[in-house]
Nanobody, 124 residues
Framework: QIQVVESGGGLVQPGGSLRLSCVATGLTFYSYDITWYRQAQGKERELVAR?????????????SYADSVKGRFAITRDNAASTAYLHMNNVRPDDTAAYYC????????????WGQGTQVTVPS
């Protein structure tokens, strides 16, 4: 059974740091792309960061970020631990959202799995 579980969310003061974790089991982790999304209350879900898989058209470990988090957030992965991370630094109130981990192979809908999300709150 494939499971994706996020953790690490919570309340963090502006300028602080937080590390979110995404553990995916029941699949060959290294062969999946990992994308973090977030959804603030009343807003649409938005892509935050992505890291590529082994075996795709793009070299493994290539990262990309939303403009709003560039220079502050970093996505990493530990394939041996089947875990991806989102390192959040210098957080701001507009980073407040539910953060979701998407484990997928490109755009193939047959290989697309989501976690339940973890809430990050940065008070103003």
């Amino acid at each position: 059974q494939i499971q994706v579980v996020e953790s690490g969310g919570g309340l963090v003061q502006p300028g602080g740091s937080l590390r979110l974790s995404c553990v995916a089991t029941g699949l060959t982790f290294y062969s999946y792309d990992i994308t973090w999304y977030r959804q603030a209350q009343g807003k649409e879900r938005e892509l935050v960061a992505r890291i590529t898989r082994t075996g795709g058209d793009v070299p493994p470990g290539v990262t990309s970020y939303a403009d709003s988090v560039k220079g502050r957030f970093a996505i990493t992965r530990d394939n041996a631990a089947s875990t991806a991370y989102l390192h959040m630094n210098n957080v701001r109130p507009d980073d407040t959202a539910a953060y979701y981990c998407n484990v997928h192979i490109g755009t193939d809908r047959g290989y697309n799995f989501w976690g339940q999300g973890t809430q990050v709150t940065v008070p103003s």
